[in-house]
């Protein structure tokens, strides 16, 4: 039973563009989202997260939105940059414990 | 910075032997870590919760006799993964939340292990 989701498993948009990543969980007990960036062969590096009492995290070119009545949060870069490619993974928490999405790719082109 | 560490990280060995992982903390304490691991392309799976002082907490369908994890101090967390097959080859990755902090969580730059 897969908690989070990531329906896209991969994302390319050019330079300078919105990069928008989605990510729907089911468990209505999660109460603390989070994105992390992660490299191949590396661990993943935190991005940003949101609280369940909030709708909208901004933090730079980050921004978070969740919409609990949909249980669906999203993570939006602007503008994009070629650095940004790697895999994004939304993350839930309820208990302390993560639970991770299956990732999506971001590729951004020059 | 990184403020969580782990070594080694990459490893080779062959079928059968056992080989262990150590995650640090570096610069604050840890009394519960998280052990993750990730198959190509897949999400990361949490495996089990180490927790210093006490027995690990396993996930449904982690085998707590395969993967050995003791929380030895309140900074160093070790994952022995005992008479390892082909079919444990992964990437292993720890991680730390802060103490008295959110649920925001420091992971360490993980171990390739790769059995032959």
């Known amino acids: ?110 | 910075g990184a403020v969580v560490s782990q070594h080694p990280s990459w490893v080779i060995c062959k079928s059968g032997t056992s080989v262990k992982i150590e995650c640090r903390s570096l610069d604050f304490q840890a009394t519960t870590m998280f052990w993750y691991r990730q198959f190509p392309k897949q999400s990361l799976m949490l495996m089990a919760t180490s927790n210093e002082g006490s027995k690990a907490t396993y996930e449904q369908g982690v085998e707590k006799d395969k993967f050995l994890i003791n929380h030895a101090s309140l900074t160093l967390s070790t994952l022995t993964v005992t008479s390892a097959h082909p079919e444990d080859s992964s990437f292993y990755i720890c991680s730390a939340p802060r103490e008295g902090g959110t649920d925001t969580q420091y992971f360490g730059p993980g171990t390739r292990l790769t059995v032959l």
């Open chain 1, 1 to 110: 039973d897969q908690q989070v989701k990531q329906n896209s498993p991969s994302l390319s948009v050019q330079e300078g563009r919105i990069s928008i990543l989605n990510c729907d969980y089911t468990n209505s007990m999660f109460d603390y989202f989070l994105w992390y960036k992660k490299y191949p062969a590396e661990g993943p590096t935190f991005l940003i997260s949101i609280s369940s009492i909030k709708d909208k995290n901004e933090d730079g070119r980050f921004t978070v939105f969740l919409n609990k009545s949909a249980k669906h949060l999203s993570l939006h870069i602007v503008p994009s940059q070629p650095g940004d490619s790697a895999v994004y993974f939304c993350a839930a928490s309820g208990t302390g414990k993560l639970i991770f999405g299956q990732g999506t790719t971001l590729q951004v082109k020059p």
